[in-house]
């Protein structure tokens, strides 16, 4: 008994350690990472070049199972820009949903048609669905599981590009910018959506959405945006020694991405003018892609471990390993890769071990400072970052001291769909 009372103690005497070290908790995490200086000395002494940035949020539960959350963080500077990337799917997915049910006569499951545009074709079958029907939460599954980037333009295409940014400002995310698809589309063809068309089980069209234009001009206005000392041009084949402009890319900042994150695992500690309009269903639909492997899923179908490892979207905790994730940890996040920057936002869960908390971080590994050239040190830099970072954060929670136990979100990946 002396013994564990000792322990106690122990953990306690550090953790009064480490969050006196810095009232602000920029020095929290920057400490722990010291305490392995053979993984993140040089992340560390060389964190403008790489353009770092934490947020490590712990979750304490009250007795009544209610979360409460602490915020932790490493050198957060919304001034200092990244390149989102395929981040932008998360926020665009909740509004999908959201906007689904406003209209009445649809849903998540509907079939779904698009109709051509000037930079787009038609799409009016998927053959990765199980009846060859397109419906936003195939999409959603897509946008998240592999983080496809065509399921991503068509809930642009029945968002819009003013009604993404007007929403996600109105619910206080003022850093967003979403402008473009990832598409060959020019800024006047990302203003203009499809006709879409929806029908019901017996192919009858309930609905049309017509083309939406935005007459707003929406556009990024970020200060250092400028990036790198020169852009490999595709078509010319040769380097334009000029920084690359990301002002004309979507945007959010990672504390906006780190909120929306929260928002979908805990509704409840937020208000509803700063989360998404979202069912429980809707909620359970996007923690479950979230958290799904591609081995997992079955349509679509990814052949397992031929590139489809349980790592191919999740940084932390794997990195660059192409191992099974033990059964105990299930990572519920949302990764973005392009031009050297990446990003991952995450809540991470240890079932037998009773933890959870959430953890984002983005890098930037460009050691030429050519932009577009291919050329980033992902594999060598990045991803073993995200891996030890991820270990790091789950170790300390092993040995934190936890008045209560958690009640953790569990979800049956076993069916595939």
């Not at 103690?9 to 969050?19: A, R």
């Not at 060389?46 to 934490?54: D, P, T």
């Not at 991820?390 to 300390?396: K, M, N, Q, T, V």
Request: hydrophobic share 35%.
């Amino acid at each position: 008994m002396k013994i564990i009372f000792l322990i106690i103690l122990i953990n306690l005497f550090q953790y009064s350690i480490l969050k006196s070290q810095n009232i602000d908790s920029e020095n929290f995490i920057k400490n722990l990472m010291l305490t392995r200086p053979e993984y993140f000395s040089e992340i560390i002494d060389n964190s403008e070049k790489y353009r770092v940035q934490i947020i490590y949020t712990q979750i304490d539960r009250d007795s009544i199972g209610f979360p409460h959350l602490t915020e932790y963080s490493y050198r957060l500077n919304d001034l200092e820009y990244y390149y989102t990337a395929s981040m932008i799917k998360l926020p665009v997915i909740a509004m999908t949903l959201e906007k689904l049910n406003q209209i009445e006569e649809i849903d998540k499951y509907t079939k779904v048609t698009f109709e051509k545009t000037t930079c787009q074709n038609a799409f009016y079958t998927d053959t990765t669905s199980e009846n060859d029907n397109i419906t936003f939460a195939h999409l959603i599954k897509k946008a998240l599981i592999l983080s496809n980037n065509d399921a991503f333009n068509r809930m642009y295409d029945f968002l819009g590009q003013e009604y993404c940014n007007k929403r996600l400002w109105e619910l206080g995310y003022s850093s967003a910018r979403v402008i473009k698809r990832f598409a060959a589309c020019s800024a006047t063809e990302n203003k203009i959506t499809p006709v879409i068309n929806f029908y019901n089980n017996l192919d009858e069209l309930i609905y049309t959405q017509p083309s939406i234009k935005c007459d707003t001009n929406i556009l990024c206005q970020h200060k250092l945006a400028e990036i790198g000392k020169g852009v490999y041009d595709e078509e010319t084949k040769q380097i334009v020694y000029k920084p690359k402009d990301f002002n004309t890319m979507n945007y959010i900042s990672l504390q906006d991405l780190h909120k929306i994150v929260e928002t979908i695992y805990f509704p409840e500690i937020f208000a509803d003018n700063e989360k998404f309009n979202l069912t429980p269903e809707d909620l359970n639909l996007i923690r479950k892609y979230m958290g799904m492997y591609p081995r997992e899923s079955k349509n679509p179908y990814y052949v397992p471990y031929s590139k489809y490892y349980d790592s191919y979207v999740k940084y932390f905790l794997l990195g660059n390993s192409t191992e099974k994730v033990p059964e105990n940890i299930r990572i519920f996040d949302k990764v973005g890769m392009s031009f050297g920057f990446m990003t991952d936002v995450a809540y991470i869960v240890d079932y037998e071990a009773n933890i959870e908390f959430f953890l984002s971080a983005v890098i930037y590994t460009n050691e030429n400072e050519i932009i577009n050239d291919g050329t980033y040190e992902y594999r060598q830099t990045a991803l073993p970052f995200f891996e030890q970072l991820g270990f790091l954060i789950l170790d300390y929670e092993k040995n934190r001291l936890k008045t209560h136990t958690s009640d953790l979100i569990k979800i049956d990946f076993t069916n595939g769909n």
